[in-house]
């Protein structure tokens, strides 16, 4: 609209406070504009769906200038032009009220950003609740959550202003990365509504992953919810996107089989291992794998499942070791302390590292030094490092006698196994489409929810108020029996009343009943019993995010 700019941001945040919560009674006047008053200073926006439907003048308090006290005189000109700028001022505010929050996606992944960017937006898992409560923090978010992997970081937001909520998330990730918001705006991706949960569902479908179809990251999901319960900022909407997309992946896998047959990161990491070295080598190359959390216990089963029967594995704790080397019985598996990570790594022909560390382990000074490797193996020594941040420095690439891959280097194993999955996995698009529209519509009947608040809290001040009545002519004298009979009449009557009006403001995909109509229903209701009254819902929301920025 014409004036977004000139009221956009700070300015209009400020307009909401100063303008509709003066304190003196005596220096507000009412404000009501009517729709041919608004058009007269914004054009409709279209692309947005809103609360367009609305008929009924927008009431907003204004504080009048020092100069206009009583008594005082002011020069007629002036004082219309005073009333114009007003009147631009609560179009403007309201129009901005009237956005309808926004699910947004602010991501970058393995299809978009290099391995050495991701590592530096990664977040470990412990500080996701951190996160969430910094991105709320910011004017124009409401609810948040962070998908962090090795394959991708990305941020999911309910945002009151699409514009603003982007600018404000991309910042802070520039803020806690130290790479310029420029850099990121060229690798980063942005989806919002329908686009974002249809990614999200496709993520924890393994429609997005490198590896198509693989199992890992619907865990990874399912443990974004995990983190996010009991945090303040991990709302309704964001809450029911990521529990939708559980039930998403489990139904996919299910009902696709798009993960029979497909591989992990860390079984394509082996594959690319194994690709890499001479076949006649495959049984009698040295493995050592450094890290015995979930990936690295993956990468053992997958080399064993390949024919190894031997391996040293470097681990900051012999405990989870023992329990690998439990479960894989008839596989040799020797465990060593990472005070021995070099010596290790000096009597192998590969290395895989796998570790939540948060700098090298690996650096050009590491490798240089270490013996070569038999002519057998292909005389190089392999780094396959499959963590984020990244285990091994790029500048060990520039050791002769040692080769270094990391999970970008990955496609070229994914590629053969691609065709067969890529048939199923348009069998999942049809899975998806038909969830995003139950999750959507399940999204847009919550507009409806402060409509039927309100008007059962309005049919209830009515119910009490008639039931005071009646009970102070009955007299003091009542039975118990009587008093609490005549009070569940009341609630009778008026539940089965208002059976109707909520049945016709709930949407949630069940029925044949559109949104448009349950929009018009709404819309029909606030009018009928004056509703709209009250301040409108975000309107509360940006005076809340101000009032705390400002503490």
Not at 316 to 336: C, F, N, T
Not at 503 to 509: A, F, I, S
Not at 542 to 551: F, N
Request: charged residues 25%; aromatic residues 4%; glycine residues 6%.
């Amino acid at each position: 609209m014409a004036v977004s700019s000139t009221f956009s941001g700070a300015k209009l945040e400020r307009l909401l406070i100063n303008s509709c919560s003066s304190p003196s009674a005596s220096s507000l006047r009412a404000c009501s504009l009517s729709h041919q008053q608004m058009k007269a200073f914004s054009k409709p926006n279209r692309g947005r769906r809103a609360f367009a439907q609305r008929t009924g003048g927008v009431r907003c308090e204004v504080a009048q200038s020092d100069a206009i006290n009583e008594g005082e005189k002011m020069d007629p000109s002036k004082a219309s032009a005073l009333s114009a700028l007003e009147q631009l001022k609560t179009s403007a505010a309201d129009r901005y009220t009237k956005e309808r929050s926004s699910i947004v996606v602010i991501g970058l992944s393995v299809h978009t950003a290099p391995v050495e960017m991701r590592e530096k937006l990664a977040i470990p898992e412990a500080e996701w609740p951190r996160a969430i409560a910094e991105l709320c923090g910011l004017n124009h978010i409401e609810e948040a959550a962070v998908l962090s992997t090795c394959n991708r970081m990305e941020i999911y937001v309910v945002a009151l202003s699409q514009h603003r909520g982007v600018k404000e998330v991309t910042e802070w990730m520039s803020k806690t990365s130290g790479i310029p918001v420029s850099e990121i705006c060229e690798h980063r991706f942005l989806l919002y509504n329908k686009d974002a949960t249809q990614h999200i569902f496709e993520v924890s479908a393994g429609l997005d992953s490198l590896v198509l179809g693989e199992g890992q990251i619907l865990a990874q999901v399912k443990q974004v919810v995990k983190v996010g319960q009991g945090v303040v900022g991990f709302g309704r909407n964001i809450s029911g996107l990521f529990k939708h997309a559980i039930t998403v992946g489990k139904r996919v896998r299910t009902e696709t089989n798009i993960a029979a047959g497909a591989v992990s990161v860390s079984s394509a990491a082996v594959e690319l291992a194994l690709m890499k070295l001479p076949e006649s080598s495959h049984a009698t190359a040295r493995m050592l794998v450094i890290g015995a959390g979930k990936m690295g216990k993956l990468v053992i089963k997958h080399l064993v499942a390949k024919g190894c029967t031997k391996m040293v594995v470097v681990n900051r704790s012999e405990e989870k070791v023992a329990a690998i080397r439990e479960e894989m019985q008839g596989v040799e598996i020797i465990y060593r302390p990472l005070t021995d990570m070099l010596a290790c790594s000096a009597e192998a022909d590969v290395v895989f590292t796998s570790t939540a560390s948060e700098t090298p382990l690996f650096l050009k000074e590491h490798v240089k030094d270490l013996p070569p490797v038999n002519s057998e193996v292909g005389g190089l020594r392999l780094f396959v490092d499959i963590s984020v941040p990244r285990n091994v420095g790029s500048c060990v690439s520039d050791v002769e006698g040692a080769r270094l891959y990391n999970v970008d280097d990955l496609k070229e194993v994914v590629a053969a196994n691609k065709e067969d999955r890529l048939r199923k996995a348009m069998e999942a698009q049809a899975i998806i489409a038909e969830e995003s529209k139950q999750f959507e519509a399940w999204r847009d009947s919550l507009e409806t929810v402060p409509t039927i608040k309100k008007l059962r809290a309005y049919a209830e001040r009515i119910r009490v108020a008639e039931l005071e009545k009646c009970l102070s002519k009955m007299g003091e004298d009542i039975p118990k029996k009587t008093r609490r009979a005549v009070d569940d009449l009341s609630r009778g009557i008026v539940n089965k009343l208002l059976h109707g009006p909520m049945q016709h403001l709930r949407c949630d995909g069940s029925d044949d009943r559109t949104l448009s109509e349950t929009l018009e229903n709404m819309h029909a209701l606030n009018r009928m019993f004056g509703l709209e009254s009250d301040i409108s819902l975000f309107e509360q929301k940006i005076r809340a995010k101000v009032e705390q920025s400002q503490k």
